[in-house]
T-cell receptor, first 113, second 114 residues
Framework: DGGITQSPKYLFRKEGQNVTLSCEQN?????MYWYRQDPGQGLRLIYY???????QKGDIAEGYSVSREKKESFPLTVTSAQKNPTAFYLC????????????FGPGTRLTVT | AQSVSQHNHHVILSEAASLELGCNYS??????LFWYVQYPGQHLQLLLK??????LVKGIKGFEAEFIKSKFSFNLRKPSVQWSDTAEYFC????????????FGQGTTLQVKP
């Protein structure tokens, strides 16, 4: 089955630690995206990548970093500089170029205490 | 700032009632429009999309949306809701130009009472 895998589903970390969220897709999509979902704020774009070895900041990139070394993988690191890291994180992918519909993974709920 | 607005944050309906969820955007020029749905415990999935052509778009599960360019709106409708429509609904806009990204509204939580 083609799709997007995010792991783990739930993640707990202590304040001050960096944490990396995994996102893998086997849809052969060029573009991949990371969003943060908070109640009442919808989905806000953190980073996106339209091609391997290239990525752009979204609207709320501060405190996050990404890499895109492989087409199928787009890991997100939540650094200790992110002031409010506790959130639900969604990864998505789509055909590159003009934005077609995005396909979403199941999400990772990160809790930092 | 340019944005996407969903005016209804929480809607409660009884089964068989009609549904209309508002979505307005503030971008000029050509946009692509989407409605996504997130059922409890499930992935976000596409309900319907508008790129061009007939402004009345039909999607899955009996949903439809109408693009009204003059009003910068793309409202979602369903004539008769079911309990299984309980979910969170997101409007999204691809702004003009090849920006490579979608802008999402704040979301509307729909609760359908049996």
């Amino acid at each position: 089955d083609g799709g997007i895998t995010q792991s783990p589903k739930y993640l707990f970390r202590k304040e001050g630690q960096n944490v990396t969220l995994s996102c893998e897709q086997n849809l052969n999509h060029d573009a991949m995206y990371w969003y943060r979902q908070d109640p009442g704020q919808g989905l806000r774009l953190i980073y996106y990548s339209q091609i391997v070895n290239d990525f752009q900041k979204g609207d709320i990139a501060e405190g996050y970093s990404v890499s895109r070394e492989k087409k199928e993988s787009f890991p997100l690191t939540v650094t200790s500089a992110q002031k409010n890291p506790t959130a639900f994180y969604l990864c998505a992918s789509s055909i590159a170029g003009e934005v077609y519909e995005q396909y979403f993974g199941p999400g990772t709920r990160l809790t930092v205490t | 700032a340019q944005s996407v607005s969903q005016h209804n944050h929480h809607v409660i309906l009884s089964e068989a009632a009609s549904l209309e969820l508002g979505c307005n955007y503030s971008y000029g020029g050509t946009v692509n429009l989407f409605w996504y749905v997130q059922y409890p415990g499930q992935h976000l999935q596409l309900l319907l999309k508008y790129f061009s052509g007939d402004p009345l778009v039909k999607g899955i599960k009996g949903f439809e949306a109408e693009f009204i360019k003059s009003k910068f709106s793309f409202n979602l409708r369903k004539p008769s809701v079911q309990w299984s429509d309980t979910a969170e609904y997101f409007c999204a806009v691809k702004p003009p130009g090849n920006t490579g990204k979608l802008i999402f509204g704040q979301g509307t939580t729909l609760q359908v009472k049996p």
